[in-house]
Structure formats: structure tokens, C-alpha cells
């Protein structure tokens, strides 16, 4: 990965994804788990790991319940009956302005008239997705580890439920900056009281991937060949976490996101026995979806 790249996403402060302003519920809750010489994790609470050959910062939104989905089309309702009502004054002032202006003597200055209203509506209406109120950043900052060589371990703390990577980005106050698995990713499971291994990027030395001729959707942004792999014999689990449960990821694929903070676009790596792409189709390997 560009280290110019990894080097500014950690100069970002790391914020709420929901756009400024927004409330709602706390869907996620979630923070890096310390690197100190005792750890306890709480059984409430997942926990996933993620271990690297460099410094990176990984995006997930977690996948809604049918409870959370619920009370997310509660909220975006009431958003979209508050715009309503305020569109309904705007278009009164707009309206009245319009009269105004049409009954006024010809030659007469011409007067200030606001600019017509849009009607929201539940195709136009703009709200914070649900993916973006549950998001979760890990990295590049804030490691559990750091081994000789510079090879990372992450541990990050989150409420249980189902996640997707959706990029390598870091979220400012401000800005955005990475790239976003749009085109195609994978989900998780990740279950109270157990480590999720999210497996291994190795970047270092290792041959990139060759685009098939004439496929124009290979990305070019993430074309990392060992993407969340198994990890080599030389990296081992950290021994404060040992006598820990620890079950690797189980990962399905799933389909397309928008671009929601105007970064990179570009799709995770095809995963053995996962799903494979076929052009800018995926392919589901695992047989779940």
C-alpha cells in the first residue's frame, strides 16, 4: 500500500461517520482495544483482529437486525415529515414572493424572490444511511502490536452483530480519504465473547495480480495479492491473547454500496472458496447468499 497514502490517513482525526448535526440511536459501539501488558475483554462484547505487514486503516458498517432496520425507517420517516413541514413554509414564502412580484407596476426594481423549493420525497430525500450511524474504523492508528519489521496487529472492540468491510478510509470532521469497496466486498460474523481473526494483509514482496485481458473493472487502487489471508507460520498470535477464543472469519460476499463519502472506488479481492468476479458480476463460491 502507498505509505504517502497511509501516511496522510493518519494524519486525519478519526469522527463520526453521520453527516454534522445528525442524532440518533447508537447503533455500534466500538474502540481499539490497548496495547498494555494485561488484557480483558468484556463477554458482552466482539472483538476482531486484524494483523498486517504495514500501518492500514479499515472501514466496516455493520449489517442492521430487523429490530435496528425497523427503527431506522422510524427515524428516516420522521426526518422526512420534519423536511416536509419545512418545505411546506418554504414553498408558502416562495409562492407568496412569486404574487408579489406579478402584481408590482411594470418598471418597477426587480424584487428578490428565494429559490424555488424541491418537494422532498421518499426517492430524493437525503438521510444518513444506516451503514454510516453503525461504522466502525480501525487503524492505522491506535495498534495492539507492532512486531520487528513493522508488522501490525489491530484488536478493536464492537458491539455484536454482522459486518461488511466497506474500504481502507479514514473518516475526518471534514474529509475523507481512501477508498471504498463499492464494487463488491464481504461480511462477517462476530459474535460476543470471541475474537474474530480477520486474517492477514501482506503487501511486501509478494507479486501483484495481472487484470484479465480485456476486463476493464479489475481494480487498480487495492490490488493486494495476499488480502485477508491466512497468517504465515512466523506470525504468531500474540500470547496475551492465548487462552482467548478465537475463530476466524467466516466470509460471504456481498453485493454493491454507493459511494457515500466521494473516495476511490474499487471492489475487495476475489477469496478462494468465497466468491470469485466474473467482469463486474460476484460470483457467491461459499453457497450462502
Known amino acids: 500500500m502507498n505509505k504517502l497514502l497511509l501516511s496522510a490517513l493518519a494524519s486525519l482525526t478519526l469522527a463520526s461517520p453521520a453527516i454534522a448535526g445528525d442524532k440518533h440511536p447508537v447503533f455500534v459501539e466500538t474502540k481499539a482495544v490497548k496495547d498494555k501488558p494485561v488484557v480483558a475483554l468484556d463477554p458482552a462484547k466482539a472483538y476482531v483482529m486484524l494483523r498486517t505487514d504495514e500501518a492500514v486503516p479499515l472501514y466496516l458498517m455493520r449489517m442492521p437486525t430487523a429490530d435496528e432496520q425497523a427503527v431506522y425507517a422510524e427515524l428516516r420517516s420522521k426526518a422526512l415529515a420534519e423536511a416536509r413541514g419545512k418545505y411546506a413554509k418554504k414553498r408558502a414564502n416562495y409562492d407568496r414572493a412569486v404574487t408579489a412580484a406579478a402584481k408590482l407596476p411594470k418598471g ?74 463499492c464494487m463488491g466486498s464481504v461480511k462477517f460474523e462476530a459474535r460476543a465473547g470471541e475474537i474474530v481473526d480477520m486474517g492477514v494483509i501482506l503487501t511486501d514482496g509478494i507479486a501483484r495480480p495481472k487484470a484479465t485481458p480485456g476486463d476493464s473493472s479489475m481494480p487498480v487502487v487495492m490490488d493486494i495479492p495476499n488480502y485477508l489471508g491466512p497468517a504465515p507460520a512466523e506470525m504468531t498470535l500474540d500470547p496475551r491473547l492465548a487462552q482467548m477464543t478465537v475463530r476466524r472469519a467466516e466470509y460471504r460476499p456481498v453485493g454493491k454500496l454507493p459511494n ?19 467482469r463486474d458480476r460476484i460470483v457467491d463460491l461459499a453457497g450462502t447468499n
Request: proline share 11%; charged share 20%; with cysteine.
Open 260 to 278: 457515500y463519502f466521494g473516495v476511490t472506488i474499487g471492489r475487495i479481492p476475489e477469496m478462494a472458496g468465497v466468491f470469485r468476479y466474473e
Open 108 to 181: 418597477s426594481p426587480a424584487p428578490r424572490i428565494p429559490d424555488e423549493p424541491i418537494e422532498p420525497t421518499e426517492a430524493n430525500f437525503e438521510f444518513t444511511p444506516f451503514g454510516a450511524m453503525a461504522a466502525v474504523g480501525i487503524g492505522p492508528l491506535d495498534r495492539f502490536a507492532k512486531a520487528k519489521g513493522g508488522a501490525s496487529t489491530y484488536l478493536q472492540e464492537l458491539t455484536p452483530g454482522e459486518y461488511r468491510i466497506y474500504g481502507h478510509l479514514v473518516i475526518g470532521p471534514n474529509a475523507a480519504l481512501g477508498s471504498c469497496f
